[in-house]
């Protein structure tokens, strides 16, 4: 678990250093993300049913989705495989994630820089 300062300096001196603006920032996050990130992980996702309501169902992600633009929402998209299907899904609707620990702290930064920074 890494403290909040930690975190700070991560932010701050490995993923957004040099970032002037939105876009920047965003491709700074995606190219961590690409380099960092381990696949295959697994975790409960929140999908819509087809009659109405949402299901908590355990999936397998595969991949990162969302490209250098896609990390300006404080949200991301990634690749997830269910029942023989791929589909991208929004990391927010992720929970009980289940990862290796470059994996699991990547996501605590990133918790971190949409909830406190």
């Not at 295959?40 to 633009?69: M, N, W």
Request: glycine share 6%; charged share 30%; with cysteine.
């Amino acid at each position: 678990m890494l403290t909040p300062e930690d975190i700070r300096q991560k932010i701050d001196y490995e993923i957004i250093v040099d970032a002037y603006d939105e876009y920047e920032m965003s491709s700074g996050w995606h190219c961590t993300f690409d380099e960092t990130l381990v696949f295959p992980f697994y975790a409960t996702a929140q999908l819509k049913k087809k009659g109405g309501g949402v299901e908590s169902k355990r999936v397998e992600i595969v991949a990162l989705h969302s490209d250098a633009e896609g990390f300006t929402d404080k949200d991301f998209q990634l690749l997830m495989e269910q029942g023989g299907y791929l589909a991208p899904i929004n990391y927010s609707k992720l929970s009980d994630i289940e990862a290796d620990d470059q994996t699991l702290e990547m996501f605590q930064i990133w918790d971190f820089w949409v909830n406190e920074y």
